[in-house]
Structures are given as C-alpha cells and as structure tokens.
C-alpha cells in the first residue's frame, strides 16, 4: 500500500509539473490506474494482491485508486479530519462519513449512562457512502440500495458515477452508459454544468464562484434513483421542474432571515441554494427567472456533508448557527452569517416572515 501511494505521489508530483494534467478530459494513462504483471522492479505494485486483483488496478479497490491522488489534493475530497475539512467546491467532502454523530435535532446530543449516544444519527447518513479501505470507510449501514431505485449500496465508489476513463462531460460523470463493467446501465445523460479550473484549483466555492448548474441533473440522479423527481406521479417535492414566477420573485428578492425582501435578481444567487438555468456560469451571481428549475442539488450536495441526509444546510435545525451545536460535528456555514438565520428552504418558500426573531 505504501509503496502505491509513493509511486502515486511521485506521479501526481510529475503531473503537477506539467499543469495538472492526467484525465486530460480523455482516457489518462493506463500505468496511472492499472498494473500488467502487478510488478515493478522486482516488487509488488499492489502488495495487499500478491495475486493481482480482478481489474489489474494499482490497489484492488478502485475507490482506493482514485484516492491515492485526490484525497487530500486535486479536488480534496476525503479529507482527515470532519471538523476541519478542506475547501469546498461543489460536491461536499467524503470526510464527513468518519463523524460518528451530525443528529444537530432536539436531543441528537443526548448521551446514555454509558456516555454513548442516545439518538445518533452517523455519518454515513450524510453522505453517499464509498468503498474506500484505505480510508477506512464502507458499504452503507443502513441502506442496501439507492432509496428509489436498485444500484447496490455494496458497489458504490468513485467509478459509479464518474467514468474512470474519462470522457467530456461536466467532472467525467456517465452519461446513458453501462458503467462499472456493466454491474448496472444509466439511462439519462449526463448533467450540463460549468466548474472550471479556476473552481477546482482556486480557493474554493464561493457567492461568485460555484458550480453554473445548467440542466439534468435531477434525471441524472434519477439513473439510481428512479423517479424521486417525477411530482407528476408522487407527492413529493418537485426537482427538474420550473420553479415559475412567484418563486423566482421570492428567491431574488430573499436576502436572509434579516432582510427577506432586501435582495435584487441581479446578485441573488446563493451557492448555498442553487438552481439550474442554461444561461447559468460558474461565475453568475443573478437570481433565477420563472423558466429555472429546482433540482436535487438545490438541497443535496453529491458526495457528503456534515449534515443528515447530504443536504447543504442542516434541515435538523431551527436556526443555523445551531448546526453542530448537540452532536460537536463540523458547522456548515451560514452564508448570511446572522444569529436570526433560519432554514434555506426560505431563500424560495419565505416562510420565516413573521417568525419570531431571535
Ligand atoms: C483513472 C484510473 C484509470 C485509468 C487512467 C485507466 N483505467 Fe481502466 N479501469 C479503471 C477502473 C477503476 C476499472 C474497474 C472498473 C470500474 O470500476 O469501472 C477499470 C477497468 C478497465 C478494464 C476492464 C473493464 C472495463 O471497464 O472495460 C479495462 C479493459 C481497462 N480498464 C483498460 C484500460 C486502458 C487500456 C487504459 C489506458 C488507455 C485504462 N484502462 C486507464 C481505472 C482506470
Ligand atoms: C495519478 C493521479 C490520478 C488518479 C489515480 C486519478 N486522478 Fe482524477 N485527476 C487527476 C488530475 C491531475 C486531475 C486534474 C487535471 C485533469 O482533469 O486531468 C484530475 C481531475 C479529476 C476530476 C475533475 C475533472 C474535470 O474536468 O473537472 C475528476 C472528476 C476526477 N479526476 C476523478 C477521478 C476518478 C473517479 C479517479 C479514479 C477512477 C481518478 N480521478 C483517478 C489525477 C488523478
Ligand atoms: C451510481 C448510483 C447513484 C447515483 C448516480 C446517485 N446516487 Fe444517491 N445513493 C446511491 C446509493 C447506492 C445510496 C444508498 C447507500 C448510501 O447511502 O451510501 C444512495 C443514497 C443517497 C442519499 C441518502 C444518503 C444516506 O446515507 O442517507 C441521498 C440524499 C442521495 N443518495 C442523493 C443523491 C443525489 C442528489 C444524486 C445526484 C447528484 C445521487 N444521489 C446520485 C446511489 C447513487
Ligand atoms: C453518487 C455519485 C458520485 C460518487 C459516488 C462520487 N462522485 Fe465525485 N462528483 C459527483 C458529482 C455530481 C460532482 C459535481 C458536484 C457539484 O459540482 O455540485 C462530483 C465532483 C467531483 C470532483 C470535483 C471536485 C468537487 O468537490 O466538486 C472530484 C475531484 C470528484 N468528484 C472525485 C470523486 C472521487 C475521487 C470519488 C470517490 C472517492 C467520487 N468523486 C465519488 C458525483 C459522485
Ligand atoms: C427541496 C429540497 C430537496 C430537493 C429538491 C430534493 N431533496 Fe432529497 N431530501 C430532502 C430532504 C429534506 C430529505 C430528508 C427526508 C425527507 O424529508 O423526506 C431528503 C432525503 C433524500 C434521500 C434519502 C431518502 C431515504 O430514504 O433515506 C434521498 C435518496 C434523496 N433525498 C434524493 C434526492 C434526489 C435524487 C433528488 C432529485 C431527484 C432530491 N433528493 C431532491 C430535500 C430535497
Ligand atoms: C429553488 C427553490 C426551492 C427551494 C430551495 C425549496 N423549494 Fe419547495 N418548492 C419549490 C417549487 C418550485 C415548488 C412547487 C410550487 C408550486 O407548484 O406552486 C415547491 C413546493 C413545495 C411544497 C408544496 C407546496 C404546495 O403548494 O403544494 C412544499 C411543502 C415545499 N416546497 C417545501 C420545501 C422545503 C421544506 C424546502 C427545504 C428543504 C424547500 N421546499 C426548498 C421550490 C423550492
């Protein structure tokens, strides 16, 4: 394992001298995933596997592969420690799934007279939990498949949505494929969407720097998910749909709890509660317009946060400020930065108007 993740380092070190390229938007180098004779100088590349492993990988699992360069660098998304994760760019960091409680609800802090949490809700419920021995993480314990669909909890890693050998598309996501050697086939496209380098080498997600989510990604979600979009045939709340004119209104108008109609379109968009629109960009800072749509990442973030359920913000509590406050789990923060700020829903919904401040 040692002697992988020096090699990788080298490898990565090689990279970075020649302006970061490896995926190159295509298939990268075999030797940087795959070994032929699991050899080199007469030792084992991948020394968990004296007897190679099923894909010839450089570690056999291919989660571990992809880790050995972007854990704590070139996107850092499993960082080492929870409370203090690295910078954000769209998706949330793996890193979370290590907390052992992010229940920031009434009584998600109580403790039982052994000391062991009451209500704990761990954080493999915040997040898309990853096969990754190397990090120390596995399967799902509670769920054994995608709620919604059928794609096994068992199989999931980075290769289940990104395609490791590399393609066009918005961060090399499938599009209507098979996809891990044919375990399972997607049937919607991949999403449309701008993240570019000054994103995903700059200093992190920001107002004025973010994912410009344009389309698709609700019924890209929807491959493993099955129709937990479709408010046609379920009460449930919509996403892929136009968010229509008095939402759009509320949500440019929307300036935090203190100020809800403090806002203008032309600066409305909050990073925090993104919507998908064709003319967004990764540097757009104007609110929707009727025809934009609510989708899964409006609430979702991809791969984990430090709240239940992967979402932005903590749908647990009343006030954000008091995330993290029972479990001791890492803040999100408020992008408003106001002790009266309440649940992000409102940025759309309004509905703090005549709550009581606090
Ligand atoms: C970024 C890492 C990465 C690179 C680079 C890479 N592979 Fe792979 N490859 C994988 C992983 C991971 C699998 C295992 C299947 C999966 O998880 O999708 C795989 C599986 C395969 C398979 C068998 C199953 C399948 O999906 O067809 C073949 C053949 C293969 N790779 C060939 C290649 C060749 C040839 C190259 C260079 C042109 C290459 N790979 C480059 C990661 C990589
Ligand atoms: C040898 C190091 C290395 C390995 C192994 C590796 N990557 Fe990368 N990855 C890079 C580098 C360097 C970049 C940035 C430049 C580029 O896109 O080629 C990158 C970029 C990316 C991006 C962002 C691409 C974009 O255009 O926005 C994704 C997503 C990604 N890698 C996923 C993966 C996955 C999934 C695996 C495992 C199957 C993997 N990587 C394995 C080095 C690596
Ligand atoms: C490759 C299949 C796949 C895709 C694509 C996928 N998911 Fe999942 N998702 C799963 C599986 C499997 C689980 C159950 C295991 C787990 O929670 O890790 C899951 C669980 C979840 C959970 C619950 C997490 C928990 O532990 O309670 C949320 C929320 C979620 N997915 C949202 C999304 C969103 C949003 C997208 C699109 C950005 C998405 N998923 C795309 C497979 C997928
Ligand atoms: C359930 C699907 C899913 C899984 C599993 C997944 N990713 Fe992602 N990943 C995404 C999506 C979607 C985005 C774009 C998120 C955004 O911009 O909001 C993304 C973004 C990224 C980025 C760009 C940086 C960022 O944080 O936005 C990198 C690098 C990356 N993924 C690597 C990985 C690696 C490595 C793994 C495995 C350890 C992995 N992903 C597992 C769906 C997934
Ligand atoms: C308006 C915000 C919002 C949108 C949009 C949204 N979700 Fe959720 N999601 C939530 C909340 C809140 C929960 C917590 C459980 C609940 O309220 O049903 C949740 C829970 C989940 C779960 C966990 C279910 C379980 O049984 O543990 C999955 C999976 C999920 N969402 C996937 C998706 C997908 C896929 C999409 C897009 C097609 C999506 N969500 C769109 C807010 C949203
Ligand atoms: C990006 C904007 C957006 C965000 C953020 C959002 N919603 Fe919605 N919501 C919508 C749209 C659009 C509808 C459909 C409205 C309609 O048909 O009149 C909707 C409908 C609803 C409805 C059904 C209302 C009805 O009249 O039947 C409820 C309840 C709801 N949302 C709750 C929530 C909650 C709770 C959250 C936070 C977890 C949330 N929403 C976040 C846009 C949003």
């Not at 973010?210 to 698709?216: A, D, E, S």
């Amino acid at each position: 394992m040692r002697k992988v993740l020096l090699l990788a380092m080298v490898l990565c070190f090689v990279l970075a001298g020649t302006s970061f390229a490896f995926h190159d938007a295509g298939v990268a180098d075999c030797a940087g995933c795959h070994t032929m004779h699991n050899s080199q100088d007469g030792t084992l590349v991948d020394p968990d596997s004296p007897d190679g492993n099923p894909w010839l990988l450089v570690d056999a699992n291919p989660s571990d592969v992809c880790l050995s360069c972007h854990a704590s660098r070139l996107g850092e998304v499993f960082g080492t420690d929870p409370l203090a994760p690295p910078r954000l760019i769209g998706a949330g960091n793996f890193a979370f799934l290590l907390e052992d409680n992010i229940n920031d609800g009434h009584g998600g802090g109580d403790t039982l007279a052994d000391g062991s949490w009451e209500n704990a809700i761990p954080g493999a419920q915040g997040g898309h939990s990853i096969i990754a021995p190397s990090m120390g993480v596995g399967a799902d314990p509670v769920l054994t498949a995608a709620p919604g669909g059928t794609f096994p909890a068992s199989q999931l890693g980075c290769s289940s949505c990104h395609d490791p050998h590399g393609n066009t598309n918005f961060r090399m996501l499938y599009g209507a494929t098979s996809v891990q050697d044919g375990l399972y086939t997607f049937t919607n496209a991949a999403p449309t969407a701008e993240g570019g380098p000054s994103l995903f080498f700059g200093g992190g997600e920001s107002q004025t720097l973010h994912t410009g989510y344009q389309g698709g990604m609700s019924a890209w979600c929807g491959n493993c998910h099955g129709d937990f979009h479709n408010n046609n045939t379920k009460l449930i709340h919509p996403s892929g749909s136009t968010i229509g004119g008095s939402i759009a209104t509320n949500y440019n108008l929307y300036n935090g709890t203190d100020a809800i109609t403090g806002g203008v379109a032309a600066s409305a968009y909050l990073a925090e509660v993104p919507f998908e629109d064709a003319a967004n960009t990764a540097t757009s800072t104007a609110g929707p317009t009727a025809a934009s749509q609510v989708m899964c990442l409006t609430c979702h973030r991809a791969h984990a946060t430090s709240a239940p359920d992967m979402g932005r913000w903590d749908f647990g509590v009343t006030l954000l400020h008091e995330d993290g406050d029972e479990s001791g789990s890492y803040e999100i923060p408020d992008p408003y930065s106001s002790i009266n700020q309440r649940s992000l829903c409102n940025k759309c919904h309004v509905k703090d108007v005549n709550d009581h401040l606090e």
